[in-house]
């Protein structure tokens, strides 16, 4: 039971009252001895001075010890509980009763007798004790004077009232009893509440614990029920519940993100594999045939085959030319250079450089471009690679007679780029995987041949760097629609700026607006 946070605090608790009710006790019997030395030592503080007035000692200035020791003995059959003592004006012990025992003490101190002879003394007031050499008792004392000299004192010492031990105190004192009573029984009613609460308590960490014991046995694979949390108005034990089941949802997000990239990494590796062994394959095949059977084949073969291998070199050039631009990508070692540029005319530039591979597919590119849109603050290249692949993308499963068709969309602070087609769609549970790498729709694409499924995927990490988002919508059989935005110069610097990203100097004066705003035109 000890082991347990319940039972170690239980322990606690019941030291803790026993060291209380230790406590109680010495302070109630002090408390009592204090109380009954101040009422005996007021009720007896007359009794030495009755003693002289009424000559119990002999009335002489030659005092007769044996005579005194008489007297005293007296006084002892008298009340048994009075030790008589005869001292001199120093404090030196002159007679006592033999009936008292032995003597340990030849004198007492003065000082206590001079405050209790004093009018105003707080009783009580301790004296030394002759008859034993570490105790102070209660006393009554009296001055012995003769021809008004004070010659000594008649000392009482009123035995028996603080020597009791603390069961003879018990068995004799009831208002002792009752208290020691009164206090075992609310020192149980306390233990008991006490262990009521701490049980209370430690239940929900209790739970807690079983629930964090059955996670771990999951091997965190698994979250059992937990206790709900009351954070609004909990305490620590809730607070630490609901950061448990915080921690616990994280874990298991982390690991179902970890089995998914084990399964893209597999997929990948796949993918590689296939697209790299392909062209691979082809390039191999067609280059022995040209060693094995050069001199056999005529000119226009030879040149067929090299064709074909040179286009699957270029092929393979591709592949990893976008694998290695997106290594990069991953281990953020792309940086881009924000500049002023006119959107406009990088998109005329870029369907120019298609303007021969659509004539080839017979599919016409069309452009809506406003006049007059105003500057936009990106990375030139990088845009430009982003719509690039956009329109080798859409080019791909665009069939011949089709149209893409190039949009620009003004608002407040951006511009809104979208690239369309109108191919045979995407399904739209493929929808949300069109930016994964290596993903191709190809049971609902036609061509998909030298395609890597990299380009969607690089767009989309251009774009992140830019704090923007692509996005994309399709319908079956009549196009896709892929779009994203580019924002204006003015309300772009700063949001660049304060994310640091390059901003190149100003290069020459006829800038000077735009430098300003910490941008240069880039002639």
Known sequence: MFNTLYGKLIAVLICLGVAMAVMFLMIINYSDNMRRQKTNQVVYRTLAAQFVDEHVLPDNARIDYGAVESAFDRLRIINPRIDPYLLDEQGRVLAYSRKSGTRKRDSVGLEPIRLFLTEDAQLPILGDDPGDASAQRVFSVAPISHDGRINGYLYLILRGLSGDNIAAQIRNNFFLRQSIWIM?????????????????????????????????????????????SRLAHGDDIDHLTETFSQMADRILAQMRELRNEDALRRELIANISHDLRTPLAALQGYLETLQVKGSTLSAEEKSSYLGIALKQSEQLGRLTGALFELAKFDAGQVKITIEPFVLE?????????????????????????????????ADIGMIERVLKNLLENALRYTPRGGTIRITLLPSDKQITVQVSDTGSGIDEHDLPRVFDRFYRGEKSREDYSGNAGLGLAIAKRV?????????????????????????????????????????????????????TAGLAVKS
């Open 184 to 228: 075992g029984g609310g020192l149980v009613l306390a233990l008991l509440a006490g262990a009521l609460i701490i049980k209370l308590f430690t239940n929900r960490l209790r739970r807690l614990s079983l629930v964090v014991d059955r996670f771990l046995q999951t091997g965190f694979a698994e979250l059992p029920p937990h206790p709900p």
């Open 463 to 515: 774009l992140e760097l830019h704090g923007s988002s692509i996005a994309v919508s399709s319908t079956p059989g009549i196009g896709t629609t892929f779009s994203f935005a580019v924002p204006f110069l003015d309300s772009r610097i700063q949001r660049i700026a304060a994310a640091g990203a390059y901003l190149p100097p100003v290069a020459a004066t006829d800038a000077q607006p735009l430098a």
């Open 345 to 377: 005319d990088l998109v005329q530039d870029v369907t120019q450089q298609f303007e021969l591979a659509t004539a080839n597919k017979q599919v016409s590119i069309e452009t809506v471009l406003p006049a007059e849109l105003p500057l936009v603050a």
